[in-house]
């Protein structure tokens, strides 16, 4: 069984940055940050592998949003740059032990963190 606890959500001007963070306890392959908007579908934002450094982005958030991972304390971090309106959602952390990248089918899920831009 995996616990997902998110944190680091707010408010923030646009092109300010925000750094979220998921502590995780219980053994995942794959973890990964969503996010919901109001009146739209939840989307896959970034993954990672726990075991190695291969990353997924929505294309959305290439180049402005960075998935980065500490094994040792089982914390997952997503690092939020150059923030849009459009980014404003409430951001999820999952995990699996299944490889599954972006896809949703993720077994374990948090409870999310609002994200104000």
């Known amino acids: 069984h995996v616990q997902l606890v998110e944190s680091g959500g707010g408010s923030v001007q646009a092109g300010g940055s925000l750094r979220l963070s998921c502590a995780a306890s219980?053994?995942?392959?794959?973890v990964g940050w969503f996010r919901q908007a109001p009146g739209k579908a939840r989307e896959g934002v970034a993954s990672?592998?726990?075991?190695?450094?291969?990353?997924n982005y929505a294309e959305s958030v290439k180049g402005r949003f960075s998935i980065a991972k500490d094994n040792a304390n089982h914390t997952l971090y997503l690092q939020m740059n150059s923030l849009k309106p459009e980014d404003t959602a409430t951001y999820y952390c999952a995990a699996d032990i299944r490889p599954l990248g972006l896809r949703q089918t993720y077994g374990y899920w948090g409870k999310g963190t609002q994200v104000t831009v």
């Open positions: 219980g053994y995942s392959t794959c």
């Open positions: 990672i592998y726990t075991g190695s450094t291969n990353t």
